[in-house]
């Protein structure tokens, strides 16, 4: 299948974004933000600066 340019990209976060929701994650401000953006790291752009993690 021919793509648009950044198309395939959209696609792939769309597939992301579905299966975090359906997990319906719950999320807790007591544990700070870098638990919290961990918890979403695939989607999550820069994820590595604010967790520390590789």
Same mark, same amino acid.
């Given at each position: 299948?021919?793509?648009?340019? /950044?198309?395939?990209?959209?696609? !792939?976060? %769309?597939?992301?974004? @579905? @299966?975090?929701? %359906?997990?319906?994650?719950s999320? %807790?401000?007591d544990? /700070?933000?870098?638990? !919290?953006? /961990?918890?979403?790291? %695939?989607?999550?752009?820069?994820?590595?600066?604010?967790?520390?993690?590789?």
């Amino acid at each position: 299948m021919l793509y648009l340019p /950044g198309e395939e990209e959209l696609l !792939n976060f %769309d597939e992301n974004i @579905h @299966h975090y929701a %359906d997990k319906k994650i719950s999320l %807790d401000l007591d544990d /700070g933000v870098k638990v !919290n953006y /961990g918890r979403f790291s %695939d989607l999550l752009a820069e994820v590595k600066a604010v967790t520390g993690k590789r």
